[in-house]
Structure formats: structure tokens, C-alpha cells
């Protein structure tokens, strides 16, 4: 009898915890590593996550450490579920302990600030290990609907098919459907950009700008993202699909989502200081907009969109005036 799967999740916020709970129902034997010895102990006394996730019942087979060589010791797989901007970081502490052959799974939707790297390109740099062995969960993946067990599509992303049927494999229930995909590059980007879009969506919400508004954002923003993976080297049906559009439309109606939740409460008025001060976990698109918006200079592409989010959030212009600006741009044929 084979042994199962063991699977380290690095990180127990809501995603990395739901993920966790998947990975647990799918017959893995989990470990999820908590920066914070109280809240492992928790876990695992209680088989919940009382910060993040309360009230949900962790699966027998997922327990909690704060000791991270001991979470990654002998994993097939080690999940990254830490907010963008501090993979480098804290991946640089863990390199020494990853397993031989572990492949390491980003669920982390951003850009790294500076470089304008995807989240794979920094594994990549930090672990020194090839492509093949790197791979990302994304898709219309609200956290709270997942720890409920309701039904959840989803891309598992790898260079490597055979790696993505791995931890298709791995993360496969009656509830969470997983895909593949070998457009690493392409369901990366949506992800990312998608929370930009979704502060924008958002900012227009709280403004009450009503839905076509919200359907307008929608639609144009899926265009910017798909310029920006065309001019990397995406696949642009990667962009029609879970990655791009399911993703987008959940991140874009949901009150679950932070990112949606964030950008609503600019638009009511909120400062930047304010609402970040009511916002329990990190929206990654608070910080990703800067260099998404620099990366698609750097590939000299149109994201007037995501220009417009990043005024309104880090240079103070106010969502009015940044609404009249983006409706007095000129006209121009819809597919360019």
C-alpha cells in the first residue's frame, strides 16, 4: 500500500488553511505551518483556524506547527500561501529545509515590487530549482466558499504537464475540481491583475456608480490583462477561461472578496491609512498595482485602468476626478 501524500502549507491564512483543508479531504496528510506558536496550537486543540477562518472544522489529517523545518520535512508538495511581497524573504529562510524533490505550489497572486517578477520566476530565483518543479493554484477561489465545501473550479498551472496531473491528482474532491494548464505565464498574470481590477470595481461600487459601470470595468479590464499576456507570451485563451475570466468575475461580485471589499471602501470615502486600518488580511492588489502597472510599461502596454488605481490609491488623486479623467480618454475601436 502506498503512502499518502504529504503536503506542507506555509501559511494559515483563510486561502492557505481552505487550501490546506482540500489538500486534507483529498487523502493527503497536511501540515500546516504557522508564523505564530498560539495559533498552531490552536489548530490543533481546537481543529480550527480561530483568526482566519472560525468556525470551520479543520480534517483530521491536517495538523499545525510553528516549526517550519518540521511542517517541510518529506513533502511531495510545499504550498506557498504567504502575501506576495514577502515570498523572497521568508522563501530564503526555508530553502535550506525544502525536500529533494518537493514541487512548490504558489497560491500567491501578485507581482513582486522592484524586480516585476511573477511568483514563480521568484521561487525560481530563491530555490534554485527549474520550472518544471514549480507550480500555481489559481482561479475563482473565494476562500470562505471552499472552507464550506461548496462547489470550486480551479488551474493547476506547470510547465511539466505531468506535474500538474500531480497535484491535480492530490487536490482533486467532490467539491474542489481542479484543471490543467502548461500557461504558467498566462494564469499568473490574471491572477495578479485581477485584484487590480477588482479594487477598481470596487472603488466604482462604493462610489455607486451602478452595474454597467461594473460590467464596463469588467470587460475592459480583462482586455488590459490580455494585452499584457499577449506581449509576454501567454496564450490568450488562457484569459477566456478559470484563470482570466472566472476569476475576474468572482474577484470583481463578491463581498468575500478583499480586494473588492478594499477598493469599496475608497470609494466611499475612506483614505488609504483608514481603510487599511479596517482590513484584517492583505489585499494583494494594493500593492501589486504599482508593478503591474510597471510591467506593462516595461513591455510598452496600455493599462489605463490599472493606471487609474494606482492614482487613486498611491498618488491621493480622488476617485472622482479619476473617473472623469479615464471617461474623457479618447475614442477608439473596441478590440485595440
Not at 482566519?52 to 518529506?74: K, M
Not at 502548461?182 to 477588482?198: F, H, P, Q, S, Y
Request: overall charge neutral; charged content about 20%.
Amino acid at each position: 500500500m502506498s503512502k499518502p501524500v504529504r503536503a506542507a502549507v506555509m501559511g494559515t491564512g483563510s486561502w492557505g488553511t481552505a487550501f490546506g483543508m482540500v489538500l486534507a479531504d483529498a487523502g493527503c496528510d497536511v501540515t500546516l505551518w504557522a508564523r505564530r506558536p498560539r495559533l498552531a496550537e490552536a489548530v490543533n486543540s481546537t481543529r480550527t483556524n480561530p483568526d482566519y477562518l472560525p468556525g470551520v472544522e479543520l480534517p483530521q489529517n491536517l495538523r499545525a506547527t510553528a516549526d517550519a523545518a518540521e511542517a517541510l520535512a518529506g513533502a511531495d508538495f510545499t504550498v506557498l500561501a504567504i502575501p506576495s511581497q514577502t515570498l523572497r524573504e521568508n522563501l530564503a529562510e526555508w530553502s535550506p529545509l525544502l525536500a529533494p524533490d518537493t514541487v512548490l505550489v504558489s497560491l500567491m497572486k501578485g507581482v513582486e515590487l522592484g524586480s516585476t517578477m511573477r511568483m514563480s520566476e521568484v521561487v525560481e530565483d530563491v530555490a534554485k530549482v527549474g520550472a518544471d518543479r514549480i507550480a500555481v493554484v489559481t482561479g475563482p477561489n473565494l476562500a470562505r466558499e471552499i472552507a464550506a465545501r461548496m462547489p470550486a473550479l480551479a488551474v493547476v498551472a506547470c510547465t511539466d504537464e505531468r506535474v500538474a496531473q500531480r497535484l491535480q491528482a492530490a487536490c482533486h474532491t467532490p467539491y474542489f475540481r481542479p484543471y490543467t494548464n502548461t500557461d504558467v505565464v498566462g494564469c499568473e498574470l490574471a491572477g495578479a491583475v485581477k485584484n487590480v481590477i477588482g479594487l477598481a470595481v470596487g472603488i466604482a461600487d462604493g462610489m455607486g456608480l451602478g452595474d454597467n459601470a461594473k460590467g464596463s470595468l469588467i470587460t475592459r479590464g480583462l482586455a488590459e490583462t490580455t494585452r499584457l499576456g499577449l506581449a509576454m507570451g501567454a496564450d490568450p485563451l488562457t484569459f477566456s477561461g478559470l484563470a482570466g475570466l472566472g476569476d475576474l468575475v468572482a474577484t470583481c461580485s463578491s463581498p468575500l472578496s478583499r480586494n473588492h471589499t478594499f477598493g469599496t471602501n475608497l470609494g466611499k470615502g475612506m483614505t488609504l491609512q483608514e481603510t487599511i486600518a479596517v482590513t484584517k488580511q492583505t489585499a494583494e492588489g494594493v500593492k501589486s498595482c504599482e508593478s503591474v502597472l510597471d510591467l506593462a510599461r516595461r513591455h510598452g502596454v496600455d493599462m489605463p485602468i490599472t493606471e487609474t488605481v494606482v492614482e487613486i490609491v498611491h498618488e491621493g488623486k480622488s476617485p472622482v476626478a479619476a473617473l472623469k479623467e479615464l471617461m474623457a480618454r479618447s475614442a477608439k475601436p473596441e478590440r485595440r
